[in-house]
T-cell receptor
Framework: GAVVSQHPSWVICKSGTSVKIECRSL??????MFWYRQFPKQSLMLMATSNEGSKATYEQGVEKDKFLINHASLTLSTLTVTSAHPEDSSFYIC????????????????FGPGTRLTVL | QKEVEQDPGPLSVPEGAIVSLNCTYS??????FMWYRQYSRKGPELLMY????GNKEDGRFTAQVDKSSKYISLFIRDSQPSDSATYLCAMMSSGNTGKLIFGQGTTLQVKP
């Protein structure tokens, strides 16, 4: 099956610093990647949709200047949390959707293992 | 009202039981229905993927979609302790956005 990796798996940083999270599709090309945030015991909330080579589309209420997304290639998207604050502490998960033919269904999304961010 | 409603549980069953998980939704435009399993501190893993109404079976798992009632279900037969996880339903409308709407997730515990 399609594999998506994330790096780092966890990170602790000081308030005010920036943190970059990578999302990679390892064995398929991802035309679209999605970034989610999940708070404890809550469901996944979509933050933004990232298409290769174009600007990300952010969901309502998500600050695009705070959560910078770059999708420079068909296998890599990055999320940078700028000037992180304790309220940004969360579990960040990416997913990737491949080109037609890479999986059974074009609309199928494959999720990464997540990155746990703790801001002190 | 949330677009997708899912009872968060927790649901506790003995090993070998049949588990029934379900979600209701309000948006009639949803065409794609998925069930994901998420272990603690891990990313979601796709279990079942269904387009439109009908049933789909994969091993011990059966997914059902009833679009007329806006109701989907996941059945797990012969449940195992390793099935203990949070199960998330997710839905998507047709079109090219790929935006998934998730339910809250149901926490399942299968006791040996």
């Amino acid at each position: 099956g399609a594999v998506v990796s994330q790096h780092p798996s966890w990170v602790i940083c000081k308030s005010g610093t920036s943190v970059k999270i990578e999302c990679r599709s390892l064995d398929f090309q991802a035309t679209t990647m999605f970034w989610y945030r999940q708070f404890p015991k809550q469901s996944l909330m979509l933050m933004a949709t990232s298409n290769e080579g174009s600007k990300a589309t952010y969901e309502q209420g998500v600050e695009k200047d705070k959560f910078l997304i770059n999708h420079a290639s068909l296998t890599l998207s990055t999320l940078t949390v700028t000037s992180a604050h304790p309220e940004d502490s969360s579990f960040y998960i990416c997913s990737a959707r491949g080109l037609g033919g890479t999986s059974g269904h074009y609309n199928e999304q494959f999720f990464g293992p997540g990155t746990r961010l703790t801001v002190l | 009202q949330k677009e997708v409603e899912q009872d968060p549980g927790p649901l506790s069953v003995p090993e070998g039981a049949i588990v029934s998980l379900n979600c209701t939704y309000s948006n009639s435009a949803f065409q794609y229905f998925m069930w994901y399993r998420q272990y603690s501190r891990k990313g979601p893993e796709l279990l079942m993927y269904t387009y439109s109404s009908g049933n789909k079976e994969d091993g011990r798992f059966t997914a059902q979609v009833d679009k007329s009632s806006k109701y989907i279900s996941l059945f797990i037969r012969d449940s195992q302790p390793s099935d203990s996880a949070t199960y998330l339903c997710a839905m998507m409308s047709s079109g090219n956005t790929g935006k998934l709407i998730f339910g809250q997730g149901t926490t399942l515990q299968v006791k040996p």
